[in-house]
């Protein structure tokens, strides 16, 4: 087994927690969108230039706009000469591919291959495309080209192994991406391989096996193996955390396999279960990183042990230099145990070093709040906001803000009428939408969006029926916030910050907290959080 360290499996988990969003902030992005915005400007009608443009706005998944680009070049080009389109043609069936309009893909794909019949890349192109059309025989066809081309195409026998399980042959998968793996033992990516084709068979336990072994062998597909566990522990759980287990037994001294367990344990709210892990690669030297001191933080503020939180996140902040989020996390264990003051000098600390955190500048304005600096914190939150304007719980607070402490009742509807506005999914609870309804008084639109999120959503850690608890007991249903508790808590949400503390806006269960049945609940459920 290969050691990994674990910052850089932090940064992974960061990553992939906070959800990846592509953006031009990089300076090779900008100066080559300069560029070409340059060169268009002279010659707007440049079909190269803007295929080009295009490539670079779907590298940043940017789809809509390479499509805009490309379609505008395709009108540009010399009417009769098709083979000048060939790079428009690849670029926009990738862009149609991701778009999931298969159809649209698949014409532009046999126009290239109508030019370059033997072109590899596109015909595994056209047989994934196939693929998802459930054009199997066809898909086959291309698959069994490729082995022609190249009778070592891993590619080309997991696509065969995929066509297979379609067509209930599953020893024939197994077979295929048995063979597959064996072209290439030590590469980590025909693992992650085969664990898709084991997922379609239903076989996670095998699936998670083969995550597991593709971080072990080398770091190219770490991400990836990485985000499928993330993914599979949301469907199950258990059977993921039974994977790295197996794993941790076999390799016992390898504190990447803990530092895993551990961040997928919190990422369903089992602190206790992440602690234990990262206190296990800390007490036994696995390895050694600041952020591992950061999780501990973390995970003890979240279980209300505001103390411990205090001295990890404080250890964090001293072990370097790195620690704008550090200092976010002292605020908020500053601010919970009653200290404003420090509250906001930490968050202060945090906006010296990433002037622009949202997290950094959203516990500026709630310590401010606590602080009676109202203005000061609406400004904090307009910032805030202005970095990511598709931000809900921004809005949310500032509407709050606006309304029961600045008395600008115009104002505060703006900003909830803004969470409406934002671009989510009707039923996506971390909308927020029903929580901006109620402060808008339109309690029956709010009341049918969350009984529709509670009919839809996964809740497959307890987030969604907390959420529910809150919304009910802020609109005054305090019977059907609780079992709505009581279900939050049967899945596991062990955020006894969440329960016990939080008041910000109506985000929150205070009106529950003096309800004799809340107190017995978290008793019943005590085993949680100690």
Not at 79 to 105: C, H, I, N, S
Not at 161 to 190: F, H, M, W, Y
Not at 298 to 309: P, T
Not at 477 to 504: F, V
């Amino acid at each position: 087994m290969r050691s990994i360290t674990l910052g850089i499996l932090l940064c992974i988990a960061t990553f992939f927690t906070a959800g990846a969003q592509s953006s031009y902030d990089d300076p090779m992005s900008q100066a080559l969108l300069k560029a070409f915005d340059e060169l268009l400007d002279e010659d707007p009608r440049d079909p190269e230039t803007l295929v080009r443009r295009a490539g670079l706005y779907y590298a940043h998944h940017d789809y809509v706009k390479a499509l805009d680009d490309i379609n505008t070049a395709m009108k540009y080009y010399e009417p009769g000469d098709e083979e000048v389109r060939y790079p428009a043609y690849q670029l926009r069936a990738k862009v149609y591919q991701r778009q999931k309009k298969y159809d649209d893909a698949l014409a532009d794909l046999n126009s290239v291959l109508s030019m370059s019949p033997q072109d590899y890349g596109t015909i595994y192109q056209r047989a994934v495309v196939l693929y998802e059309l459930g054009r199997y025989q066809e898909a086959n066809a291309d698959y069994n080209l490729m082995l022609r081309l190249n009778p070592r195409s891993q590619d080309a026998l997991l696509g065969l192994a995929s066509v297979a399980v379609k067509q209930n042959n599953l020893g024939t998968a197994n077979e295929l991406a048995d063979r597959a793996v064996a072209l290439s033992p030590n590469r980590s990516e025909i693992y992650v391989g085969r664990a898709s084709v084991r997922r379609l068979m239903g076989d996670d336990q095998g699936a998670v096996d083969d995550y597991v072994t593709a971080i072990s062998v080398d770091n190219a597909s770490t991400a990836r193996a990485l985000q499928n566990l993330v993914d599979m522990s949301r469907s199950n759980y258990p059977t993921v955390m039974a994977g790295l287990s197996s794993a941790i037994s076999k390799a016992p001294r390898n504190g990447m396999y803990y530092f895993i367990r551990a961040m997928i344990a919190q990422g369903h709210c089992n602190y206790l279960a992440a602690i234990a892990d990262y206190d296990k690669i800390i007490n036994e030297n696995l390895d050694s990183y600041p952020g591992l001191n950061g999780a501990l933080a973390e995970c003890y503020y979240y279980l209300g042990r505001y103390d411990r939180a205090l001295l990890n996140a404080d250890y964090a902040i001293s072990a370097t230099d790195d620690n704008a989020f550090y200092y976010v996390l002292k605020s908020r264990i500053k601010r919970a145990l009653g200290d404003s003051e420090a509250a906001l000098e930490a968050a202060e600390k945090a906006l010296e070093k990433t002037p622009e955190d949202i997290d950094a500048l959203q516990a500026k304005a709630l310590a401010q709040v606590d602080l009676g600096q109202y203005a000061d914190a609406s400004i904090a939150l307009s910032e805030a906001a202005m970095v990511n304007p598709e931000n809900p719980t921004l809005q949310i607070l500032r509407g709050w803000i606006l309304g029961d402490y600045r008395k600008q009742q115009t104002n505060a509807e703006r900003a909830y009428e803004m969470v409406l506005d934002m671009d989510y999914d009707f039923d996506n609870v971390q909308s927020l939408r029903g929580f901006a309804l109620l402060a808008l008084d339109r309690k029956e639109q709010a009341d049918k969006w969350m009984e529709r999120v509670l009919d839809t959503a996964d809740d497959y850690d307890g987030a969604v029926n907390y959420y529910a608890a809150c919304y009910y007991a802020q609109s005054g249903m305090p019977e059907r916030a609780l079992r709505c508790m009581e279900a939050s808590l049967q899945k596991g949400y062990a955020n006894y910050h969440n329960w016990t503390k939080a008041t910000e806006a109506n985000i929150n269960c205070a009106p529950l907290r003096t309800n004799p049945q809340f107190t017995a609940l978290l008793e019943k459920y005590s085993h949680l959080f100690k």
